[in-house]
């Protein structure tokens, strides 16, 4: 389990590195498009961290019951 959960921080990691550098890129170009990727690509800097916050927070919930379940039987 404790792999389950450095390969899924790593993969966290590197998806918010990309997304900052993806964010300094959009600032700096100037084309038609590149104001929606930049909104685009800040919504999902915020979005990102909250959904694997929301996920390990899930994941340590749901842990804890299914070793209270195990005890009760």
Not at 8 to 27: P, R, W
Not at 28 to 51: C, E, G, M, N, W
Request: aromatic content about 10%; overall charge positive.
């Amino acid at each position: 389990m404790k792999k389950f959960k450095r390969i899924f921080a790593l993969a966290g990691v590197i998806l918010l590195c990309a997304l900052y550098a993806s964010t300094l890129l959009f600032a700096f170009i100037d084309r038609s498009q590149s104001l929606d990727l930049l909104k685009a690509s800040i919504a999902a800097t915020i979005i990102l961290p909250v959904f694997l916050y929301a996920a390990m927070l899930f994941h340590r919930l749901s842990k804890k019951d299914d070793d209270h379940d195990q005890e009760e039987k």
